[in-house]
Structure formats: C-alpha cells, structure tokens
C-alpha cells in the first residue's frame, strides 16, 4: 500500500459525459501528477500539481483539466469523452519536486 | 517521439537466472533514471534510482547500470525470483526541469519456477 488513494477503481460511461477522477496523495505529500496508461502504452505524465499549484504539464488534452486543492487533494476532469480516452488513470504523490513518486492503484475507465 | 524506449515487449527468465531489462533514451538532457515495477490491478512501485553521476547503483537482488555515452541503461536482477514477474518501467527525466519524468512503453518479466 503506498498511501495514495484513487475513486473510483472503476468508471463505465459513455461517449460524450464528463467524469471526475479523484486523488488523496501520501500523509504530508505536496506534489501530485496524473498519468495516462493506454492499452499497451506506457505511462503518459499529464499534469502536476504542486502545493495548489500547477507546475508541470504533459500531453494533457484540452479537454481535460486538473487542480489541487488546499487539502493537497487532486481531482482529474475528463470532458467531452471518446472511446480513446478508456485507459488506467493513476495518480501519483510525492514530498517535493524531484522527489520518489508513490503510486495510487489507478482508476480504470470505460468509455463505451 | 519516445524519448524512453524499451524494445522488448516482454522477457522470460528461469527462476535463479539473471534478468536484464535494457532500456535507452534519446534525450542528452535527462539526469535522472529510475526503474518502476507494476504488478497486475496495482499502481506503479519504485525499485531503484541512479543519477548520471554514476554509473552502477545497487541495491540487494537489483542493479542499475548506466552508460551515458550509448544512452542506455540496464536493471538486472540476480537471482530472479518468481515474485519478480511484473512489468518493469524505465523512466527518465531532467531533475532541473522539477521531475517532470518520462516513463517508457514496459517490459513485462516472467519468471518461471
């Protein structure tokens, strides 16, 4: 158990919806990052956070956004869905900038 | 473009052999090494690190090497175990661009008893 912690562990929807992924990081973690993993695709970073604020971003999609809030919390937003988008969204933490990341079990979603 | 690369999809190694999971990268910038495990319904683990100070980092059963001039590094395992059947994540970043890190395609280890 790495002490990240992601819902929902599963998500079904259709094309078209809006979801929202949510992330509680590691007791006294100030960072947090979104990553993307497709089927057979490695992990693509998509944003960081860092204590409320953004700090880095990836291949993040315009239709999906991100924040932090100040309890270190990190929600993922998912816009206008189409079938690419079902992947494994995990969610990372870590004490700082430069630090070890601890990964969530991720959240699996479905778009049908 | 893949900055990290992992060309094999997928290795099967005796149990009590050494694994190699070779990985190279194309950007002169990265610093910064890591290597992840992810075992099946779990989030990536972090195993090992090395900075491009070095060139072997070692840490019980796993070893990284680092070879700057080829852009390639290599984790071995010795003794591979069964336990160690996972998927191996390389990644890669630029520790001055805060940790912004580029993780590589994975190469699933089996290790068969």
């Known amino acids: 158990d790495s002490g990240v912690t992601q819902t929902p562990k599963h998500l079904i929807t259709a094309t078209g919806q809006r979801v929202t992924l949510r992330c509680s990081p590691r007791?006294?973690?100030?960072?947090v990052y979104w990553y993307q993993q497709s089927l057979d695709q490695g992990l693509q970073f998509l944003i960081q956070y860092y204590n409320g604020e953004e700090r880095a971003k990836g291949n993040i999609l315009e239709r999906f956004s991100a924040q932090q809030f100040p309890d270190l919390h990190s929600e993922l937003n998912l816009s206008s869905l189409e079938l690419g988008d079902s992947a494994l969204y995990f969610c990372a933490s870590s004490q700082g900038p430069q630090e070890t990341q601890y990964f969530g079990p991720g959240t699996r979603l479905l778009v049908l | 473009d893949q900055q990290v690369k992992q060309n094999s999809p997928s290795l099967s190694v005796q149990e009590g052999r050494i694994s190699i999971l070779n990985c190279d990268y194309t950007n002169s910038m990265f610093d910064y090494f890591l290597w992840y495990k992810k075992y099946p319904a779990e989030g990536p683990t972090f195993l090992i690190s090395i900075s491009s100070i070095k060139d072997k980092n070692e840490d019980g059963r796993f070893t990284v090497f680092l070879n700057k001039s080829a852009k390639h590094l290599s984790l071995h395992i010795v003794p591979s175990q069964p336990g160690d059947s996972a998927v191996y994540f390389c990644a890669a970043s630029v520790v001055t661009s805060y940790d912004k890190v580029i993780f590589g395609p994975g190469t699933s280890l089996s290790v068969i008893p």
């Open positions: 007791s006294g973690d100030l960072s």
